[in-house]
């Protein structure tokens, strides 16, 4: 069964992200199974926690990507590419450029160190390395209503400051076309399926032994291990050709179309099979429920289907 704890105050939730974190292989050298299991792992342990060492660890194999030298053992990290209403864009050259706009939807606002953002440049999104200390960063009071990933603290942040060469991690289009972004959006996969697991380790030992809750439970099993498989076989894929970024892309789409499928019917199975009692009176089930069901969001559903569509012509 997955150890299973709760939402943890932020400088223990920072403290768990970079221990959970720590020896994660980069995707694409031969240790990407083990990677997926270990996000799984992470995000069934605590989804919040799968969150932040899923971003984390995607910031490392960025980095690595760019040929950057690791950061140091504390620094935790956060990718923000969201776009809002004033997007970020970066003017200038010369050693010297200007990093300007607002970022929604940034998880870790208020907990990681540094930040790897997208910001427009030459007509196309370039990569910002920022400190989160620097006073040009401001985060806007947070606004978040869900009771789903709360601990993650996503905010609102607005950047006004100027950042050297070296803070350009990539030039304009570089963090879209590379192969490893649709590697790290596997892994994104890797940590919907991991709530999932969580949700049912949780629920295992109190699970109905009525034929119909018995019928949900194996088809519950069965899910799982068809999500184990599917994503075993991609990281298997990315090991072989890490560098095909057509492949790549096609196979992100369909891992994290069956994998959101997949968890679907999950919390689906769940919640017809113990009814209503562990939402309403488990405090913790309840999170868990709405942080998985909000997190697989991050899959594009149709849109992402018809760009598989036009892959699979």
Same mark, same amino acid.
């Given at each position: 069964?997955?150890? %299973? ?107 990681? !160190? ?31 209503? !869900? ?64 034929? $119909? ?35 790549? $892309? ?8 069956? %994998? ?54």
């Amino acid at each position: 069964m997955t150890k %299973v704890a709760g939402t943890a105050d932020a400088g223990s939730l920072v403290a768990r992200t970079l221990e959970r974190s720590a020896g994660i292989a980069l995707p694409g050298g031969g240790g990407t199974p083990r990677r997926f299991r270990q996000l799984w792992d992470a995000a069934a342990e605590d989804p919040s926690l799968g969150r932040l060492v899923e971003a984390h660890t995607d910031a490392l194999a960025i980095l690595a990507e760019a040929g950057r030298p690791a950061p140091a053992d504390r620094t935790l990290f956060g990718v923000w590419a969201a776009r809002g209403r004033e997007p970020a864009v970066l003017t200038g050259g010369e050693g010297i450029w200007h990093l300007r706009g607002v970022i929604p939807w940034c998880s870790g606002a208020g907990l990681v !160190s540094h930040a790897l953002v997208t910001a427009d440049v030459d007509g196309g999104p370039a990569l910002v390395l920022v400190a989160m200390d620097h006073p040009g960063v401001r985060l806007f009071a947070p606004d978040w209503a !869900s009771p789903a990933f709360v601990a993650t603290d996503t905010r609102t942040v607005e950047f006004d400051l100027d950042v050297g060469d070296d803070a350009l991690v990539g030039a304009a289009g570089w963090y879209l076309d590379r192969p490893g972004f649709w590697h790290g959006a596997v892994g994104v996969a890797a940590c919907w399926a991991g709530c999932a697991a969580g949700l049912v380790d949780r629920l295992h030992a109190g699970w109905r032994t009525d034929p $119909h809750a018995t019928a949900h439970l194996g088809a519950v099993d069965a899910s799982l291990w068809q999500l184990d498989v599917v994503l075993a076989g991609a990281a298997e894929e990315i090991d072989a050709a890490p560098h095909d970024a057509v492949a790549a $892309h096609r196979r992100a789409l369909r891992a994290r179309h069956i %994998v959101d499928v997949g968890v679907a019917e999950i919390t689906t199975r769940v919640e017809r099979a113990l009814g209503p009692a562990p939402l309403a009176q488990t405090p913790e089930i309840h999170r868990i429920v709405a942080e998985t069901d909000l997190y697989r969001r991050q899959c594009h559903a149709e849109r992402d289907l018809e760009q598989l569509g036009l892959l699979a012509r």
